[in-house]
């Protein structure tokens, strides 16, 4: 094998160590909106900071899977908590919610500007 050739190589090899970290990244966070009802936390939270008492009377889940539900999301980095007094209010975090929704929107919305409506 040349130089030339084990270089290639080489570089072959780094692009496809990244490609699986992308994948593995990309895969972790179609892992959270693949639930219907973590989609329906994250559709609802697109807009507004919410309570959990909030989310609680917009999406028909008992507060205890809500709560595990957005444990989950809060983990994979999708949205964060602040504590103000007794509540507990989440918002989205980073883009990657905001542009997966949006995305969402556009292909199965058809027009309806109201994400919580539409998903």
């Avoid at 094998?1 to 080489?10: G, I, L, S």
């Avoid at 007094?85 to 058809?110: M, N, P």
């Amino acid at each position: 094998m040349t130089t030339f050739q084990a270089h290639a190589q080489d570089d072959l090899q780094q692009q496809l160590i990244k490609l699986q970290q992308h994948a593995d990244e990309a895969a972790a966070l179609m892992q959270q909106f693949a639930n219907t009802n973590r989609l329906m936390i994250v559709c609802t939270l697109m807009n507004d900071e919410l309570s959990v008492g909030e989310l609680n009377e917009r999406i028909p889940l008992s507060q205890s899977s809500l709560s595990q539900h957005l444990a989950g999301l809060r983990k994979a980095g999708l949205v964060s908590a602040r504590r103000e007094g007794l509540s507990v209010f989440y918002r989205l975090q980073g883009d990657h919610a905001i542009k997966v929704v949006s995305l969402l929107k556009e292909l199965f919305c058809h027009g309806d500007n109201n994400v919580q409506e539409c998903l």
